[in-house]
């Protein structure tokens, strides 16, 4: 096939949108997918038995557009029944996982498509997305992202990336190629906030990766998401959201148990993989640790030290500087952290809080 034809007629995507309580966001996630410019897409909203308007506005779309089709639950059964559903269904050459609350960027389809065509061993393909919270105008992204590089990496060094760093990279939609998502198999629901990371470790042990720097998405930020928190609700929504964050620790080190348990366990470095792993969450956690007492959140900070020192004991004597290193956004968090603790230090009534003995 040549390039020009390729681009013409790009293959077919198949996108899943599980919803829950999300009605008055669907629409607008459902028509980004139905206005990009690729003939060949299906949508399939899973809707687990939402009381609000969800299931409405689902049918109504389905309706409009013999594209779209809907699963309305009578009864909810959790989040991965949705996923695991929605992998089974697929059959078009490509696949996408959407969240109810998130956007597609245009031309975000046909850009993925358009490198996995060319790279029949590209698994999966991602850029990056932007966040915006529900008050933020919705901005202009009709620029043309076409001149943006994409970027091969092979799958063994994304997984090498996954476990130097233990982060998450990926922060838009992920286009996977259909064959690789039905070979790595259904999502964990043991993993209820790390199983779209585990699936990522599993897919980059199935080809290479294409990643791009141009926004692939828009992911909103609001009180309902599992990844975020609002401000304005208060102090209590603050230490919830701080109890999260400190937990998240435990579920990434279950979604990497999980994965070197299971698909990565054959894999030839498995086991020093998994050491740069658990070595690189006690390093992050540590940090994390300094972060939180910079800002006057001593239990956490405790709570995130004592998860570091556990696992890494060295560190109570030998700070993991190299760990700042591996990562790309050091430079701005080590920025930040020293501002906070300018801030802290020189506000009045604050000195004493800063003193030799932080954690009394």
Same mark, same amino acid.
């Given at each position: 096939?040549? $390039?020009?034809?390729?681009? #013409?007629?790009?293959? !077919?995507?198949?996108? @899943?949108?599980?919803?829950?309580?999300?009605? *008055?966001?669907?629409?607008?996630? @459902?028509? #980004?997918?139905?206005?990009?410019?690729?003939?060949?897409?299906?949508?399939?909203?899973?809707?687990?038995?939402?009381?609000?308007?969800?299931?409405?506005?689902?049918?109504?779309?389905? =309706? &409009?557009?013999?594209?779209? +089709?809907?699963?309305?639950?009578?009864?909810? %059964?959790?989040?991965?029944?949705?996923?695991?559903?929605?992998?089974?269904?697929?059959?078009?050459?490509?696949?996408?996982? /959407?969240?109810?609350?998130?956007? /597609?960027?245009?031309?975000?389809?046909?850009?993925?498509?358009?490198?996995?065509?060319?790279?029949?061993?590209?698994?999966?393909?991602?850029?990056?997305? /932007?966040?915006?919270?529900?008050?933020?105008?919705?901005?202009?992204?009709?620029?043309? =992202?076409?001149?943006?590089?994409?970027?091969?990496?092979?799958? *063994?060094?994304?997984?090498?990336?996954?476990?130097?760093?233990?982060?998450?990279?990926?922060?838009?939609?992920?286009?996977?190629?259909?064959?690789? +998502? $039905?070979?790595?198999?259904?999502?964990?629901? &043991?993993?209820?906030?790390?199983?779209?990371?585990?699936?990522?470790?599993?897919?980059?042990?199935? !080809?290479?990766?294409?990643?791009?720097?141009?926004?692939?998405?828009?992911?909103?930020?609001? !009180?309902?998401?599992?990844?975020?928190?609002?401000?304005?609700?208060?102090? =209590?929504?603050?230490?919830?959201?701080?109890?999260?964050?400190?937990?998240?620790?435990?579920? &990434?080190?279950?979604?990497? $148990?999980?994965?070197?348990?299971?698909?990565?366990?054959?894999?030839?470095?498995?086991?020093?993989?998994?050491?740069?792993?658990?070595?690189?969450?006690?390093?992050?956690?540590?940090?994390?640790?300094?972060?939180?007492?910079? *800002?006057?959140?001593?239990?956490?900070?405790?709570?995130? /030290?004592?998860?570091?020192?556990?696992?890494?004991?060295? =560190?109570?004597? %030998?700070?993991? @500087? #190299?760990?700042?290193?591996?990562?790309?956004?050091?430079?701005?968090?080590?920025? #930040?952290?020293?501002?906070?603790?300018? !801030?802290?230090?020189?506000?009045?009534?604050? *000195?004493?809080?800063?003193?030799?003995?932080?954690?009394?």
């Amino acid at each position: 096939m040549s $390039k020009h034809a390729e681009l #013409s007629s790009p293959a !077919g995507v198949d996108v @899943v949108i599980p919803s829950y309580h999300y009605g *008055r966001f669907l629409r607008e996630c @459902v028509m #980004s997918v139905l206005t990009q410019d690729i003939r060949q897409v299906r949508v399939l909203i899973i809707d687990n038995a939402s009381s609000d308007e969800s299931v409405e506005v689902a049918r109504q779309l389905a =309706a &409009e557009d013999r594209r779209v +089709q809907v699963v309305a639950r009578q009864h909810n %059964l959790g989040p991965h029944a949705s996923y695991n559903e929605g992998i089974d269904w697929a059959s078009a050459k490509y696949f996408v996982m /959407l969240c109810a609350d998130d956007l /597609l960027a245009p031309r975000s389809l046909r850009r993925a498509v358009s490198i996995m065509e060319r790279h029949p061993d590209v698994a999966l393909a991602y850029g990056r997305a /932007l966040w915006l919270r529900p008050e933020d105008p919705m901005p202009d992204l009709d620029a043309d =992202a076409g001149d943006t590089p994409w970027r091969i990496i092979p799958g *063994r060094d994304l997984l090498e990336r996954f476990c130097r760093t233990a982060f998450n990279h990926f922060s838009g939609p992920v286009v996977v190629r259909t064959t690789a +998502q $039905k070979l790595a198999g259904h999502y964990r629901p &043991e993993l209820p906030h790390t199983d779209d990371f585990e699936m990522w470790m599993r897919l980059a042990c199935l !080809g290479q990766a294409a990643e791009m720097d141009a926004c692939q998405g828009i992911s909103r930020v609001h !009180g309902l998401n599992r990844s975020t928190f609002s401000s304005e609700r208060g102090t =209590a929504n603050l230490a919830k959201h701080e109890r999260e964050r400190t937990l998240y620790n435990w579920h &990434e080190e279950a979604a990497f $148990k999980s994965f070197f348990a299971n698909e990565g366990r054959s894999l030839p470095e498995a086991a020093r993989l998994h050491r740069m792993a658990r070595r690189s969450l006690a390093e992050r956690a540590y940090w994390a640790a300094v972060t939180r007492l910079c *800002r006057g959140q001593t239990d956490t900070s405790r709570v995130l /030290l004592a998860f570091a020192l556990r696992r890494r004991p060295r =560190a109570a004597v %030998l700070p993991p @500087v #190299s760990y700042l290193f591996r990562r790309d956004d050091a430079l701005r968090r080590m920025i #930040s952290v020293a501002s906070d603790a300018i !801030g802290r230090f020189c506000r009045p009534g604050m *000195r004493g809080q800063m003193g030799l003995d932080p954690w009394g």
